[in-house]
Every structure is written in C-alpha cells, then in structure tokens.
Nanobody, 125 residues
Framework: QVELVESGGGLVQAGGSLRLSCAAS????????MGWFRQTPGKERDFVAA????????SDADSVKGRFTISRDNAKNTVYLQMNSLKPEDTAVYYC??????????????????WGQGTQVTVSS
C-alpha cells in the first residue's frame, strides 16, 4: 500500500480558494490512480475528483465541476486539488485516496486501497 498525507486545508471565506496537497510514499506513485473525497458528520464519504496514474484523464463530481481541478506531479509523488469559488456547502473533511488500478477513474470509495488522514476545509459565508 501507499502512504498518504494531506495538507492545505483551512478556513476561507465564500468565493475564496484553497489548494490541497496529498503526498504519497511507499510505492511507485504513477502506478496509482488518485482520488479526492469529502465527508461531513453523519454522512457518507462523497467523491470529488479523480486522476489517472499518468495524469492524462480526470473525472469530477457535478457539484464541483468548473470550480475544482485535480492534478498530479509524479516527480513529486503528489496529487493536488485546486478549489476555487468555494461555497459554504464545500465545508468538509477532505481525503485523498489511492487506487492500484492506475488507468481507471472510480467514484466508489470502497474500491480505493489507501487513504490519508484527512484535512478540514471550512468555508464561511
């Protein structure tokens, strides 16, 4: 398994931006597709975005389309989530996850192999 550590969360006003980072270690990073999910108390973990191992393919949830961008730098073993035009409803704990099937983009959290510890994002109105 790959080990994942998220960073970059915080408090931001509505309309602002944040960039989350997820640093990976332990395996060849490009062998993993990567995803971002988010979770609020009492709810299931929701898909946000995913990127293939090469970075050539991405998938976004409809709720973030046009506002959030997932990308990766395989030389740095890091995946990013650029979040623009943030809304209060984006408030959640954000998790990155690794899928050992590097070419697919999946939205089912149960199919990911490794998870980070999460980083809190709070958007004030």
């Amino acid at each position: 398994q790959v080990e994942l550590v998220e960073s970059g969360g915080g408090l931001v006003q509505a309309g602002g931006s944040l960039r989350l980072s997820c640093a990976a270690s332990g395996r060849t990073f490009s062998n993993y597709a990567m995803g971002w999910f988010r979770q609020t108390p009492g709810k299931e973990r929701d898909f946000v975005a995913a990127v293939s191992g090469s970075g050539g393919s991405t998938s976004d949830a409809d709720s973030v389309k046009g506002r959030f961008t997932i990308s990766r730098d395989n030389a740095k073993n890091t995946v990013y989530l650029q979040m623009n035009s943030l809304k209060p409803e984006d408030t959640a704990v954000y998790y990155c996850a690794a899928d050992s099937t590097f070419f697919r983009l999946i939205r089912n959290s149960r199919l990911y192999d490794s998870w980070g510890q999460g980083t809190q994002v709070t958007v004030s109105s």
